[in-house]
Protein backbone atom coordinates (compact mmCIF):
# COMPACT_ATOMS: atom_id res chain seq x y z
CA UNK A 1 0.00 0.00 0.00
CA UNK A 2 2.88 2.75 0.67
CA UNK A 3 4.22 2.17 -2.74
CA UNK A 4 1.42 3.03 -4.34
CA UNK A 5 0.85 6.37 -2.00
CA UNK A 6 4.77 6.72 -2.69
CA UNK A 7 4.27 6.98 -6.03
CA UNK A 8 1.61 9.09 -6.59
CA UNK A 9 3.00 11.52 -4.05
CA UNK A 10 6.75 11.12 -6.77
CA UNK A 11 4.20 11.88 -9.60
CA UNK A 12 2.72 15.12 -8.35
CA UNK A 13 6.35 16.11 -8.62
CA UNK A 14 5.82 16.20 -12.27
CA UNK A 15 2.03 17.46 -12.12
CA UNK A 16 0.28 19.07 -15.26
CA UNK A 17 -3.36 19.88 -16.31
CA UNK A 18 -2.52 17.99 -19.47
CA UNK A 19 -2.92 13.82 -19.72
CA UNK A 20 0.95 13.42 -19.69
CA UNK A 21 2.29 10.09 -19.29
CA UNK A 22 3.07 10.76 -15.74
CA UNK A 23 -0.44 12.03 -15.07
CA UNK A 24 -2.13 9.21 -16.92
CA UNK A 25 0.22 6.51 -14.58
CA UNK A 26 -0.79 8.61 -11.54
CA UNK A 27 -4.57 8.21 -12.62
CA UNK A 28 -4.15 4.41 -12.99
CA UNK A 29 -2.88 4.32 -8.90
CA UNK A 30 -5.73 6.57 -7.96
CA UNK A 31 -8.63 4.99 -9.67
CA UNK A 32 -7.54 1.40 -9.60
CA UNK A 33 -4.36 0.38 -7.64
CA UNK A 34 -5.23 1.83 -4.74
CA UNK A 35 -8.98 1.27 -4.49
CA UNK A 36 -8.57 -2.64 -5.59
CA UNK A 37 -5.80 -2.43 -2.49
CA UNK A 38 -8.39 -1.52 0.13
CA UNK A 39 -10.70 -4.02 -1.31
CA UNK A 40 -10.34 -7.18 0.54
CA UNK A 41 -10.58 -4.65 3.64
CA UNK A 42 -14.25 -3.62 2.32
CA UNK A 43 -15.72 -6.21 5.24
CA UNK A 44 -13.89 -4.63 8.04
CA UNK A 45 -14.80 -0.87 7.00
CA UNK A 46 -18.21 -2.20 6.56
CA UNK A 47 -18.15 -3.59 10.52
CA UNK A 48 -17.00 0.09 11.59
CA UNK A 49 -19.37 2.22 9.18
CA UNK A 50 -22.31 -0.08 10.55
CA UNK A 51 -23.36 -0.67 7.23
CA UNK A 52 -24.07 -3.85 4.84
CA UNK A 53 -20.67 -4.64 2.82
CA UNK A 54 -22.49 -3.68 -0.27
CA UNK A 55 -22.65 -0.33 0.50
CA UNK A 56 -18.95 0.25 1.38
CA UNK A 57 -17.87 2.49 -1.53
CA UNK A 58 -14.03 2.30 -2.20
CA UNK A 59 -13.13 4.94 -5.65
CA UNK A 60 -10.59 6.97 -6.92
CA UNK A 61 -10.39 10.47 -8.86
CA UNK A 62 -7.92 12.84 -10.61
CA UNK A 63 -9.19 14.99 -12.63
CA UNK A 64 -11.98 14.88 -15.56
CA UNK A 65 -10.55 16.46 -18.73
CA UNK A 66 -8.18 18.69 -16.64
CA UNK A 67 -6.39 16.92 -14.42
CA UNK A 68 -6.43 17.28 -10.71
CA UNK A 69 -3.74 19.02 -8.32
CA UNK A 70 -4.80 17.41 -5.59
CA UNK A 71 -6.29 13.85 -6.88
CA UNK A 72 -8.02 11.65 -4.21
CA UNK A 73 -9.43 8.26 -2.80
CA UNK A 74 -12.39 8.04 -0.82
CA UNK A 75 -14.27 5.41 1.01
CA UNK A 76 -17.96 6.13 2.00
CA UNK A 77 -21.96 4.88 2.17
CA UNK A 78 -23.37 6.19 -1.03
CA UNK A 79 -26.23 6.33 0.29
CA UNK A 80 -25.28 9.00 2.42
CA UNK A 81 -22.34 10.85 -0.08
CA UNK A 82 -23.79 9.65 -3.61
CA UNK A 83 -20.67 11.49 -4.85
CA UNK A 84 -17.59 13.68 -3.68
CA UNK A 85 -19.62 16.64 -3.88
CA UNK A 86 -21.99 16.03 -1.62
CA UNK A 87 -22.08 14.10 1.74
CA UNK A 88 -19.25 13.26 4.43
CA UNK A 89 -16.37 10.28 3.69
CA UNK A 90 -13.63 9.48 4.71
CA UNK A 91 -10.52 10.52 1.80
CA UNK A 92 -7.08 10.25 0.99
CA UNK A 93 -5.80 13.30 -0.23
CA UNK A 94 -2.47 13.76 -2.04
CA UNK A 95 -0.88 17.57 -1.42
CA UNK A 96 0.11 19.36 -3.84
CA UNK A 97 3.59 19.02 -3.50
CA UNK A 98 4.23 15.65 -2.91
CA UNK A 99 5.24 16.31 0.62
CA UNK A 100 2.42 15.01 2.57
CA UNK A 101 -1.18 12.75 1.82
CA UNK A 102 -3.59 12.86 4.17
CA UNK A 103 -6.55 10.58 5.65
CA UNK A 104 -9.30 12.91 6.51
CA UNK A 105 -12.70 12.91 7.56
CA UNK A 106 -14.23 15.74 5.41
CA UNK A 107 -17.36 16.86 3.37
CA UNK A 108 -18.12 17.10 0.00
CA UNK A 109 -17.95 21.44 -1.29
CA UNK A 110 -21.77 21.37 -3.02
CA UNK A 111 -25.07 20.67 -2.37
CA UNK A 112 -28.46 20.02 -4.38
CA UNK A 113 -30.82 22.72 -4.00
CA UNK A 114 -33.67 21.17 -5.91
CA UNK A 115 -32.66 22.79 -9.87
CA UNK A 116 -29.16 23.23 -9.31
CA UNK A 117 -25.55 21.94 -7.97
CA UNK A 118 -24.16 25.02 -5.48
CA UNK A 119 -20.86 25.29 -3.74
CA UNK A 120 -21.09 25.74 -0.59
CA UNK A 121 -18.95 28.90 0.75
CA UNK A 122 -16.15 28.59 3.26
CA UNK A 123 -18.35 30.13 6.12
CA UNK A 124 -20.88 27.19 5.34
CA UNK A 125 -18.26 24.37 5.39
CA UNK A 126 -16.64 25.68 8.55
CA UNK A 127 -19.85 25.75 10.07
CA UNK A 128 -20.48 22.49 9.04
CA UNK A 129 -16.45 21.23 10.54
CA UNK A 130 -18.12 23.19 14.09
CA UNK A 131 -21.02 20.67 14.12
CA UNK A 132 -19.49 17.60 13.39
CA UNK A 133 -16.32 18.40 15.69
CA UNK A 134 -17.79 17.55 19.08
CA UNK A 135 -19.20 14.14 17.18
CA UNK A 136 -16.00 13.02 17.02
CA UNK A 137 -13.63 15.06 19.35
CA UNK A 138 -13.97 12.25 22.20
CA UNK A 139 -12.55 9.47 19.92
CA UNK A 140 -10.18 11.31 18.26
CA UNK A 141 -8.68 13.38 20.91
CA UNK A 142 -6.91 10.03 21.99
CA UNK A 143 -5.45 9.41 18.70
CA UNK A 144 -2.10 10.25 18.32
CA UNK A 145 -0.85 12.67 15.19
CA UNK A 146 -4.41 13.64 14.75
CA UNK A 147 -5.05 17.26 13.33
CA UNK A 148 -7.40 19.74 12.57
CA UNK A 149 -5.88 21.47 9.88
CA UNK A 150 -3.87 20.50 6.48
CA UNK A 151 -2.21 22.00 4.19
CA UNK A 152 -2.28 20.60 0.37
CA UNK A 153 -0.34 22.97 -1.56
CA UNK A 154 -3.02 22.54 -4.26
CA UNK A 155 -4.77 26.28 -4.88
CA UNK A 156 -8.69 27.12 -5.31
CA UNK A 157 -9.58 23.52 -5.22
CA UNK A 158 -7.06 22.37 -2.39
CA UNK A 159 -8.07 25.39 -0.28
CA UNK A 160 -11.73 23.97 -0.34
CA UNK A 161 -11.04 20.82 0.35
CA UNK A 162 -8.74 21.97 3.18
CA UNK A 163 -11.93 23.96 4.85
CA UNK A 164 -14.12 21.09 4.14
CA UNK A 165 -11.99 18.52 6.31
CA UNK A 166 -12.98 17.91 10.03
CA UNK A 167 -9.92 15.67 11.57
CA UNK A 168 -7.08 14.30 9.57
CA UNK A 169 -4.17 12.35 10.22
CA UNK A 170 -1.16 13.25 8.02
CA UNK A 171 1.73 10.86 6.16
CA UNK A 172 4.72 12.64 4.81
CA UNK A 173 6.76 11.27 2.33
CA UNK A 174 9.58 9.51 4.40
CA UNK A 175 7.60 7.83 6.48
CA UNK A 176 4.86 6.47 5.14
CA UNK A 177 3.09 3.25 7.40
CA UNK A 178 3.00 -0.11 6.43
CA UNK A 179 0.02 -1.56 5.26
CA UNK A 180 -1.62 -2.81 8.60
CA UNK A 181 -0.91 0.54 10.49
CA UNK A 182 -2.52 1.86 7.42
CA UNK A 183 -5.53 -0.11 7.68
CA UNK A 184 -5.84 0.62 11.37
CA UNK A 185 -5.58 4.36 10.57
CA UNK A 186 -8.60 3.62 8.10
CA UNK A 187 -10.90 1.67 10.06
CA UNK A 188 -10.68 4.45 13.36
CA UNK A 189 -11.39 7.01 10.54
CA UNK A 190 -14.93 5.25 9.15
CA UNK A 191 -15.30 4.87 12.50
CA UNK A 192 -15.72 8.37 13.32
CA UNK A 193 -17.87 8.81 10.08
CA UNK A 194 -20.10 6.46 11.18
CA UNK A 195 -20.22 9.04 14.03
CA UNK A 196 -21.19 12.13 11.69
CA UNK A 197 -23.54 9.86 10.01
CA UNK A 198 -25.53 9.07 12.90
CA UNK A 199 -25.33 12.44 14.17
CA UNK A 200 -26.75 13.53 10.80
CA UNK A 201 -29.65 11.24 10.64
CA UNK A 202 -30.68 12.69 13.86
CA UNK A 203 -30.40 15.99 13.73
CA UNK A 204 -33.35 18.33 12.42
CA UNK A 205 -30.53 21.22 10.95
CA UNK A 206 -27.20 21.06 10.52
CA UNK A 207 -25.79 24.70 10.65
CA UNK A 208 -23.80 26.10 7.64
CA UNK A 209 -27.02 23.76 5.66
CA UNK A 210 -29.37 26.18 3.62
CA UNK A 211 -32.31 27.52 5.67
CA UNK A 212 -34.96 24.79 4.66
CA UNK A 213 -37.90 27.43 3.57
CA UNK A 214 -35.56 29.68 2.15
CA UNK A 215 -34.22 26.96 0.00
CA UNK A 216 -38.35 25.70 -1.10
CA UNK A 217 -39.03 29.05 -1.69
CA UNK A 218 -36.06 29.80 -4.27
CA UNK A 219 -36.76 26.68 -5.44
CA UNK A 220 -40.40 27.31 -6.28
CA UNK A 221 -39.82 30.29 -7.71
CA UNK A 222 -37.33 28.83 -9.55
CA UNK A 223 -39.68 26.13 -11.25
CA UNK A 224 -42.34 28.68 -11.62
CA UNK A 225 -40.01 30.48 -13.74
CA UNK A 226 -39.25 27.01 -16.07
CA UNK A 227 -36.14 26.41 -14.68
CA UNK A 228 -35.19 23.20 -13.10
CA UNK A 229 -38.41 21.33 -13.14
CA UNK A 230 -38.99 18.21 -11.65
CA UNK A 231 -37.05 14.79 -12.27
CA UNK A 232 -34.28 17.03 -13.45
CA UNK A 233 -32.21 15.96 -10.16
CA UNK A 234 -28.83 14.36 -11.94
CA UNK A 235 -28.46 10.96 -9.95
CA UNK A 236 -25.10 12.11 -8.49
CA UNK A 237 -27.13 14.44 -6.54
CA UNK A 238 -29.79 12.10 -5.18
CA UNK A 239 -29.24 12.10 -1.08
CA UNK A 240 -31.33 9.76 0.66
CA UNK A 241 -32.47 10.26 4.30
CA UNK A 242 -33.21 13.61 5.53
CA UNK A 243 -32.91 16.11 2.69
CA UNK A 244 -33.05 20.04 2.61
CA UNK A 245 -36.19 20.85 1.39
CA UNK A 246 -39.35 20.39 3.99
CA UNK A 247 -42.95 18.39 2.79
CA UNK A 248 -45.99 20.03 3.13
CA UNK A 249 -47.16 18.34 6.06
CA UNK A 250 -43.51 19.27 8.04
CA UNK A 251 -44.09 22.96 7.06
CA UNK A 252 -47.45 23.22 8.51
CA UNK A 253 -46.60 21.26 11.95
CA UNK A 254 -43.54 23.94 12.37
CA UNK A 255 -45.91 26.92 11.82
CA UNK A 256 -48.71 25.34 14.23
CA UNK A 257 -45.99 24.75 16.85
CA UNK A 258 -44.16 28.40 16.16
CA UNK A 259 -47.85 30.24 16.45
CA UNK A 260 -48.29 28.02 19.56
CA UNK A 261 -45.59 29.31 21.06
CA UNK A 262 -46.00 32.81 19.73
CA UNK A 263 -49.56 32.39 21.63
CA UNK A 264 -48.00 31.67 25.04
CA UNK A 265 -45.50 33.78 25.11
CA UNK A 266 -47.84 37.23 24.37
CA UNK A 267 -50.44 35.86 26.56
CA UNK A 268 -48.48 35.67 29.63
CA UNK A 269 -47.53 39.08 29.39
CA UNK A 270 -51.39 39.92 29.47
CA UNK A 271 -52.35 40.26 25.96
CA UNK A 272 -55.44 39.29 24.43
CA UNK A 273 -54.24 36.94 21.32
CA UNK A 274 -56.44 36.39 18.27
CA UNK A 275 -55.11 34.12 15.37
CA UNK A 276 -55.62 36.06 12.21
CA UNK A 277 -53.50 33.87 9.97
CA UNK A 278 -56.25 32.21 7.74
CA UNK A 279 -57.77 35.65 6.99
CA UNK A 280 -54.98 38.29 7.51
CA UNK A 281 -51.50 38.65 6.00
CA UNK A 282 -50.18 38.30 9.34
CA UNK A 283 -50.23 35.64 12.36
CA UNK A 284 -51.65 37.39 15.40
CA UNK A 285 -53.88 40.14 16.39
CA UNK A 286 -53.14 41.13 20.21
CA UNK A 287 -54.85 43.58 22.33
CA UNK A 288 -54.25 45.01 25.95
CA UNK A 289 -56.32 47.61 26.92
CA UNK A 290 -55.68 50.55 24.45
CA UNK A 291 -52.52 48.87 23.08
CA UNK A 292 -52.93 46.84 19.41
CA UNK A 293 -49.86 44.98 18.14
CA UNK A 294 -49.77 43.09 14.76
CA UNK A 295 -47.82 40.19 14.47
CA UNK A 296 -45.87 38.02 11.93
CA UNK A 297 -44.78 34.31 13.18
CA UNK A 298 -42.07 32.62 11.36
CA UNK A 299 -41.20 29.47 12.60
CA UNK A 300 -37.81 27.21 11.61
CA UNK A 301 -35.42 24.22 12.20
CA UNK A 302 -32.99 26.67 11.20
CA UNK A 303 -31.01 28.97 13.47
CA UNK A 304 -33.24 31.70 11.95
CA UNK A 305 -30.45 33.57 10.33
CA UNK A 306 -33.02 34.24 7.43
CA UNK A 307 -36.90 34.16 7.05
CA UNK A 308 -39.10 34.13 3.84
CA UNK A 309 -41.57 37.26 3.93
CA UNK A 310 -44.10 37.02 0.56
CA UNK A 311 -44.78 40.74 -0.77
CA UNK A 312 -48.41 41.12 1.27
CA UNK A 313 -46.46 40.60 4.81
CA UNK A 314 -44.02 43.16 3.80
CA UNK A 315 -46.36 45.45 2.95
CA UNK A 316 -48.75 45.44 5.65
CA UNK A 317 -46.06 45.53 8.38
CA UNK A 318 -44.69 48.40 6.95
CA UNK A 319 -47.72 49.75 7.59
CA UNK A 320 -48.39 48.59 10.63
CA UNK A 321 -45.01 49.83 12.25
CA UNK A 322 -44.29 50.59 15.07
CA UNK A 323 -47.38 48.78 16.48
CA UNK A 324 -46.04 45.33 14.93
CA UNK A 325 -43.79 42.35 15.70
CA UNK A 326 -41.71 39.82 14.28
CA UNK A 327 -41.53 36.13 16.08
CA UNK A 328 -39.00 33.96 15.11
CA UNK A 329 -39.14 30.68 16.40
CA UNK A 330 -35.96 28.67 15.33
CA UNK A 331 -34.02 25.45 15.86
CA UNK A 332 -37.20 23.81 16.16
CA UNK A 333 -36.83 19.79 16.13
CA UNK A 334 -38.95 17.46 13.66
CA UNK A 335 -39.76 13.92 14.83
CA UNK A 336 -40.32 11.95 11.96
CA UNK A 337 -40.17 8.64 13.90
CA UNK A 338 -44.09 8.23 14.47
CA UNK A 339 -47.03 7.20 12.35
CA UNK A 340 -46.90 11.23 12.19
CA UNK A 341 -44.48 14.29 11.77
CA UNK A 342 -44.24 16.36 14.98
CA UNK A 343 -42.25 19.53 16.16
CA UNK A 344 -40.99 20.09 19.52
CA UNK A 345 -38.51 22.86 21.39
CA UNK A 346 -37.45 25.70 19.37
CA UNK A 347 -36.36 29.26 20.85
CA UNK A 348 -38.37 32.35 20.57
CA UNK A 349 -36.83 35.32 19.47
CA UNK A 350 -39.27 38.78 19.00
CA UNK A 351 -38.34 41.79 17.48
CA UNK A 352 -41.04 45.03 18.24
CA UNK A 353 -41.45 47.60 16.93
CA UNK A 354 -40.51 45.78 13.70
CA UNK A 355 -38.82 48.02 11.19
CA UNK A 356 -37.42 46.79 8.10
CA UNK A 357 -34.49 48.29 6.34
CA UNK A 358 -34.11 47.93 2.62
CA UNK A 359 -30.31 46.23 2.56
CA UNK A 360 -31.94 43.23 4.78
CA UNK A 361 -34.29 42.28 1.89
CA UNK A 362 -33.06 40.36 -0.88
CA UNK A 363 -35.51 39.00 -3.57
CA UNK A 364 -35.93 35.38 -4.25
CA UNK A 365 -37.07 35.90 -7.49
CA UNK A 366 -38.62 38.91 -9.80
CA UNK A 367 -41.90 39.74 -11.92
CA UNK A 368 -41.28 41.33 -14.64
CA UNK A 369 -43.21 43.13 -17.31
CA UNK A 370 -42.85 42.38 -21.09
CA UNK A 371 -43.53 44.73 -24.17
CA UNK A 372 -46.75 42.34 -24.45
CA UNK A 373 -48.31 44.21 -21.30
Known amino acids: ?45 AGTLGVPVERVRIEGADGAGRKSRVPWVRVCDPERSPSAMNGWYVVLLFSGDGARVYLALMQGTTYWTGTELRSRSSEELTARVNWAHPHVVEAAEDRAGMLRRIDLAGGKLGRSYELGVVVALGYRRDALPGTDAFVDDLLFMTGLLRRVYAAESEATYVPGDPVPEV ?81 EVKGTTSLGQEVVLTRAEVEVQRAFA ?49 DLA
Open 322 to 370: PHNALVVVHSIRLDRSGAEVTAEGGVLHCTSPWVMEQPDLTPISYRYRT
Open 1 to 45: MNDALARVMDLQLRYTWRATPEMERRGVIVREEIPRALAPHREAM
Open 215 to 295: LDAEVSADRAAGRGAVGTRPASATRSGQGFLLSAVERRVIEAHSVAMATEHFAAQGWTVEDVGARRPYDLHLTRGDEELHV
